[in-house]
């Protein structure tokens, strides 16, 4: 009994938290055993939108994706590496809002002849920003596609919670990377 409650107790938690798995793929008869060491693509960003902490914040997805990789078995390498990681980022600022109601928001009003009317309406009560990650492992030597993966969550704005964000976003995603992690 305890078992199953503690497994409840864990498919709720999960269930609760803003990160989650978009998307993973394998590609075609992929064999991802043969694969020993990865590094990174280059991340170029131009624009007005590329905030100052972007370079900061890549860096910490690049220690995550790292940390996942390496408990799989795989060494990070710069030399010849086997797999090439591709990192794609989208934030996108978004509007939380409520509706309002006449119970909680003021009663209705007198517009005349008896009339009294309300109108329900949205009303903004805050804003974050929701970001999504795609990482595209691809064999170094063909240029081919080998996994992808998508995951999305709240960005938050302090570093010391990116850090954790960053890090448990990878965790959620590399569970679903067909490689198990290395005892």
């Known amino acids: ?15 609760c938290s803003g990160t989650k798995v978009l998307h993973t793929e394998l590609g075609d008869n992929v064999d991802l055993s043969k694969y020993k060491t990865f590094d990174f693509y280059q991340v170029r960003a131009s624009g007005d939108t590329v905030s100052t902490l972007f370079t900061e914040r890549i860096n910490l997805l690049k220690e995550a994706i790292s940390r996942e990789l390496e408990r799989r078995g795989y ?27 006449w119970r909680t928001d003021g009663a209705p009003r007198y517009i005349g002849q008896r009339n009294y009317s ?10 974050y920003r929701e970001g999504t990650a795609a990482i595209h492992l691809v064999d170094a030597a063909q240029q081919k596609l080998v996994w992808k993966g998508v995951v999305q969550g709240i960005v938050p704005d302090k570093r010391t919670d990116s850090q954790a964000e960053a890090q448990k976003g990878m965790q959620l995603l590399f569970e679903k990377f067909p490689v198990p992690v290395k005892q």
């Open 1 to 15: 009994m305890k078992k199953y409650l503690f497994v409840l107790l864990v498919t709720v938690l999960v269930g």
């Open 118 to 127: 309300w109108k329900s309406q949205e009303i903004e009560v805050g804003r």
């Open 75 to 101: 060494q990070h390498s710069s030399q010849h590496p086997d797999l090439l990681v591709n990192i794609g980022v989208r934030v996108k600022e978004e509007i939380q809002t409520r509706q309002t109601d």
